[in-house]
């Protein structure tokens, strides 16, 4: 009997002893697991949006060089693939246990109407340049949207930026002007894909996308302040009110014979490279927006800063490689210093001379996607 209080007192004694170690390990254990699996979840979030975000731009590429450039149809595409955030947004509110009512008023129709208006007007316009600019130079003037976005914070939002993120604009602003007296053939040949006159109006109307393009940053990020809207209902919105938008237009057109939508829809009929082209180009639309907005959950300014980079590079290459884009060293100078001035503003490259405390956490305006 002895022997056995004696055996039950050194399991006891035992497990007394052994509780907090075995908490303690499972809840590193469970500590790791979460974080391998958010680490991964980001890994393939950052994989999807380089190669979609690149993949995107180059099947526009692909589609101006089999002759089928559809400013409209792409735009359609792009709000299509915003509006599947819609029913996403609906699952997550539906699995979401009900909370207290949210302090902020929900937004109205028209907000979401007046955000999707600038959206489709800075996307139609850019796509409209593809006529005259390859792919990775309408990449590369998303360098001059941060450059409005900025101004326009400061002025809407009433946002300071810190002396690094003034030199990293200004670094844009210089790569983005060399980029451009390439893309005119005011510094050497030219890119090889249109005509300098060509070059030139695709140029302006880059440059408006970006103008535009910063005003919609400001708004929607001045929407999500006053009102309490999720980032996936605020896209999801712009895709279906910005796909209605672009299909009236659309067919408004083809009535007035401004563009042959007939046309269109019968080389997507016949030519099956076309077709091809168009569908991957519409998954890739898709892919793009939801993992845009893995990273931005799960990562910081940097790494997006850090994507777009690379995604401008490897666009780049491609297009050098397969000739729609003619090599330049003053197109390497300028595209090195946009690079550059993108990572002086989103810390990722720390100039010495530059203090980088008492800043606010909402001084980084985020880049597109």
Known sequence: MQCDLEDEDCALLDSKSTKPIQAALEQVLSRAGRC??????LALGCAA???????????????????????????IATFVGQSCFLPMWWLKERGEQAVSPPSKPPAPLHVYAIVTAFDLSAVLLINIAYSGLPGSFCQMFKAFKIVCTSCFSCIVLEKRFTPYQHLGISMNILGVGIVALVACGAIESGTGWASPAEASMSLFLAYL?????????????????????????????EGVIGT????????????????????????????KMVLFAFSLFLCTTALLHYSATVVTKHSSAVVRALLDVSRSALIWTVEVSFGWDNFSCFELVGFVTIVSGTLVYAKTIKVPCLTYTGETEGSVVRSSA
């Open 36 to 41: 391998l699996g958010s680490n991964a979840y």
């Open 49 to 75: 949006m380089l190669v979609a975000g690149s993949g995107n731009i180059e099947l526009k590429d692909w589609q101006v060089q089999l002759g089928f450039h559809q400013p409209f149809l792409w735009c």
């Open 209 to 237: 996308s970006c103008v535009i393009g910063g005003l919609h940053f400001v708004w929607e990020e001045k929407v999500m302040k006053e009102y309490a809207v999720d980032p996936e209902l605020l896209i999801g919105m």
């Open 244 to 271: 209605c938008y672009a299909g009236i237009i659309f067919t408004f057109l083809s009535f007035t014979n401004v563009v042959d939508a007939q046309a269109a829809f019968a080389e997507l009929r016949e030519r």
